[in-house]
């Protein structure tokens, strides 16, 4: 692992300025006292100068591997498209940098072993942008199960509902599962905790875009996920919500249940002809910016702390092997194993 | 009193059947199984026959002392004009009928203490329509309060809007005293029990029907109520509300706070385009039907178990008191002391 | 059909008086002016006449069939155990009678197609008791979904959770689905209007009673139904929540999404030292006290006015054909479809 | 006004670090990244100097005119006792620097003027911390009734309830006024865009620290403030509220009402077996975070762009003035005028 006193700011390099990378650069360079951003990495020519220059970084590279070159960076963080996510840790883990990686932290499980054993053989920090679990809602439910107080999980659910405006014809197959619901099941996994899947039937169709389907596009999809507890999760997800980003969690044990998410932009309340109006939250940075925030504070603590990261490959692990059942649970119209995927 | 047999249903009249008086009308006959509506007693021609027919009571009368001299009459529920109240409680009193009225018992204190002394003095049941203590709401609170889980109350709020369509030609002065707020100094009673009211400060203007100001329209007021133990209380009530009919309550004491009343038509609620959406009550008999119902309920309770009514006379003086230093308040422009207006 | 007047109250029998067939009866003699309770029947000796006394009954059977013989019942309310339903069905047609029948109407598909054929002979009323479709949040959502508002539906969810304190040894092979779920399985298909169910998948498990599980208890479900249209449905149940009994439903739709069900005891609202605090509905007779009556009120009103009951023999079939799937479906762990059960 | 580029950070001085100094000192350390903290003064020996090391602040002093005559310095942050703040007011616009000030501005009227009179000379930004005015709820209201949604405002109301531990023995005469209810003042005015206050009625008692009352303490107010457009304000506040930070606020208008403030310290909320629960927010640290961050960004931007601030001296000095009568009123336990406080 690179060497940094623990009292000074962590140099970050951020790799991929897309959308998520923007606000996570933003957060690097304004809202986090403890982390530098030191570079910034894009490969379209002049992106990274530009933004480099924005936030105060030092450097602009077009490769990422000139970032895992640069004794400046601590650590990376990795918001390229999926596909790359795998190779990008490897290269950062061998380059002795600490890691945080949007989800999925890759495509394919053999991928992804081969990124969790880079990490571990470098022994850095990883971290996987599992950003639910940084939201106020969640944390607070999850401290009331370590507390005992909602008892044993028996039913689970997970819901994301995205505002709609993708592009069809850009949607990879399976994205449903591998980028959407993959925060469901990781969600699922966090309200139940030490418990394991076991067993995933997934039903999808294309119902915001029906003209696609037959190209293969899944924009709508109910997953059930049996633990080896007893306890029956659902995550459910649709690429179109008219009223916003709809993100929402529930888990009801023998104590009681908890709900998570109200969706609401801001507590105020317009009473008028029409009645109650509620203004709801658009965007996931809008909803979620404390918890984009809160993910990457985390990480930042845990690379000057030493001490392991939240959320860690053996959750990415997990949530990516439930991704993989659902989405051949759709394709073969059964219920599939985790085992059956995840040897 | 009346002869009946406890075990049989209690003989009803109901004087006055206009838009309350049709809604108790139709409790009394259809959802009061203890009760059984055998008279209608309204002054214009054939109101009452046609009503009667209507709801299968036996008897149909355009003179109240046709129903107190009915022997199959054991109550009367009075909701005829508030002008007539107290006339209509001495007569119903020495006929030996049972006694529900419609607030205001009185629109004088003089009279009130004159239907008061004739009750009394009949030993019947008598009981005046502060229907917002038979709302779940506000029972419940009071339950709050009666278990202690409030602690001593210290800010009282009490709210009454109403949907508009008044015609402020048609509004007596001092109305919103006497008729609208008479329930939300009743309520802050209700929600300070065993306190007593000791000065008012009230200030009200025609802000509805602002050209109505010079002929004496209050349509929107707020009064501060203090109460012996310290306690605060807060009346506020306005003759139109865009957005329906709007009953809300609170008590704040040492312990903590009771709110009450959502205003809201059904728990469904709608998220689309604009955001989220919730029907708001339109009307005191969407709202209140409930406490319509369970008002007369308890009243019909109290007369077959001759237990004493749960609001009664002393109920209404205090209310009206209030009502009366109130008016005074907003005329002189100072605080008004109880018995300066209760002597 | 017997011969009634129109305009003269529909004279009704009772055919069980257990938990819930006590509140029917309570509702008819009570609740419902246009309903006469004329006839208790219940096999327990005593147990009808102590009612039909309690209730102003004139007779008092131990046999359903002293019911279907006698002039002076119109209608019949089944409230009996669900394995007798389709046999006094068929009685009651025969006889000439109005059928409200509690919900399983029958727990084999076979026997409900006789019942169904016996009220079409005998051109009589026939109303299931699928009270959700009854309460304000559901009747509110469904009037969306006719106008438009909420668009195409994508994704519904309907839940049944119980209070507990059942005795699993008493609890028959398959009653969640039959006897709970039923109702959810109405409820989906309510929220999705003129779409048909074609595939089930299901999981459920004795999480409640785990010890039970050996001996086929089922305590605990997920049920994913696949409709024609595309939308996917959820209903769950489970026979035990710590904070009472809870009821909700959503349907997401192109336009939007509906919830229903807050289950809420009253709007009071407590805040104290630990916090905001709410009671919530601890039984079904709290919570769905209207939509009982409202049920009742909508078949005595179906029997007035000769107009086709609002639910029906093809919805009670629809429900249980899904509930028979459903069963199959956990016990062979695959996707079942409508057509494999439902010849 | 101080010379400094509008693209480089805004140098602010930090005076005062008790509870809230501390609170904008980390803010403008480490949350704005328009602004840099480059002094910090607190006259106890040390302070300054420690909190200025853990800031990263250059300079450290123990006496305001040395921040004064600072050329690093453009803007200061004042939050030291509310009886220093006109003379430090009046110290940094004679140095030229920009003034954010704590509420309230001034103590005095005739102060107050003062320290308007000297920034008006120095032509700097002045800003006072009605900080309600950025938290979201209150921003989205203001937005609906300069949209015309609500309409002509007619009723309002603002609550503030701290969560208690204060010291009876050092609470200053009239602070329920001065600093606690000058935030419900404004916050009135805010809702009520345009309106002047015209006469206020105010009632107070020691209701938490009933002992205290004798030696002068008011924990508990209520105050009526009539607006010259005819509408009605209520101002509440109590100093100890047994759930924690209450803030609230409401305008109704003739289209309809907005509600402000829903208390809860996250979304989350349990349903166990004593009912449903939810955690509410226990200082105003947790409850107003992102309005005190919100207030500093506003009043830099307003120094980096030279407009003016969006809360300055005009709006101090109508808060003051509504406190100034509120107290009076409660003296002399009558309505004041606002032209009898602030000739």
């Not at 982390?35 to 990422?64: C, F, H, I, Q, S």
Request: glycine share 10%.
């Amino acid at each position: 692992m690179s060497q940094f006193n623990s009292g000074s700011p962590v140099g970050v390099a951020l790799i991929g300025s897309g959308r998520m990378g923007a606000y996570h650069g933003e957060t690097l360079a304004r809202r986090l006292p403890g982390a530098r951003l030191v570079a910034v990495v894009d490969p379209a020519p002049g992106t990274a100068e530009k933004l480099a220059a924005e936030w105060g970084a030092p450097a602009a590279y077009t490769d990422a591997a000139q970032a895992f070159a640069d004794a400046a960076v601590n650590a990376v963080v990795i918001a390229a498209p999926a596909r790359f996510h795998a190779e990008l840790i490897v290269g950062a883990a061998q380059g002795g940098k600490a890691v945080f990686c949007e989800k999925p932290a890759a495509l394919e499980l053999a991928e992804l072993d081969r990124a969790i054993d880079a990490v571990r053989a470098a022994d850095v920090a990883f971290q996987v942008g599992f950003n639910r679990r940084f939201a106020p809602d969640w944390a607070a439910a999850r401290a009331l199960l370590d507390q005992g107080v909602v008892g044993t999980p028996r039913l689970l659910r997970s819901v994301t509902r995205d505002p709609g405006g993708f592009d069809p014809a850009r949607v990879p197959a399976d994205t449903i599962f591998n980028e959407t619901l993959i925060h469901d099941f990781d969600t699922l996994r966090f309200l139940n905790p030490g418990a394991g899947a076991v067993e995933v039937y997934a039903t999808a169709d294309a119902l915001v875009e029906p003209v696609w389907k037959d190209r293969g596009l899944l924009d709508t999809a109910v997953v059930t996920v049996k633990f080896d507890n007893g306890a029956i999760g659902i995550a459910e997800a649709c690429f179109q919500a008219a009223y916003g980003y709809d993100v929402r969690g529930e888990v009801f044990g023998s104590a009681g249940m908890a709900t998570m998410g109200d969706g609401r932009a801001t507590g105020m309340v317009f009473s008028g002809a029409t009645g109650r109006a509620i203004d709801t939250a658009r965007s996931d940075q809008e909803l979620l910016a404390g918890a984009y925030t809160a993910e990457l504070a985390a990480f930042i603590d845990a690379v000057r702390t030493r001490r392991p990261a939240l959320v860690g490959g053996e959750d990415a692990r997990a949530a990516l092997s439930i991704a993989k059942a659902a989405a051949r649970s759709v394709r073969e119209n059964r219920p599939v194993t985790i085992a059956e995927v995840a040897k």
